[in-house]
Nanobody, 115 residues
Framework: QVQLVESGGGLVQPGGSLRLSCAAS????????MGWYRQAPGKQRELVAT???????NYADSVKGRFTISRDNAKNTVSLQMNSLKPEDTAVYYC?????????WGQGTQVTVSS
């Protein structure tokens, strides 16, 4: 079955960095667009970044220049390097894939940016 497992979240001070990873299984990873989304308390889930099978990327305006999405098709992983973190980046971050059979999400990983 399709599985997405995120890791790498934690507590970081403003200005710091974190790297999130998502391990995917149960589908042909290299064929599909992968995405990172986030949901802050009391807010709707929002798109952070996507990466196509050909590694073209797209970012939310709020993270452009600070976050970098990448993928390793040999390892079936997608990563999100987050630099210059701000308190407003605090959220649960989710890995996402849309397949012909449906849309799938990981369990999420908490990122907290606070001094």
């Amino acid at each position: 079955q399709v599985q997405l497992v995120e890791s790498g979240g934690g507590l970081v001070q403003p200005g710091g960095s974190l790297r999130l990873s998502c391990a995917a299984s149960g589908f042909i990873f290299r064929f599909y667009v992968m995405g990172w989304y986030r949901q802050a308390p009391g807010k709707q889930r929002e798109l952070v970044a996507t990466i196509t099978s050909g590694s073209s990327t797209n970012y939310a305006d709020s993270v452009k220049g600070r976050f970098t999405i990448s993928r390793d098709n040999a390892k079936n992983t997608v990563s999100l390097q987050m630099n210059s973190l701000k308190p407003e980046d605090t959220a649960v971050y989710y890995c996402n894939v849309r397949l012909p059979i449906g849309e799938f999400w990981g369990q999420g990983t908490q990122v907290t940016v606070s001094s």
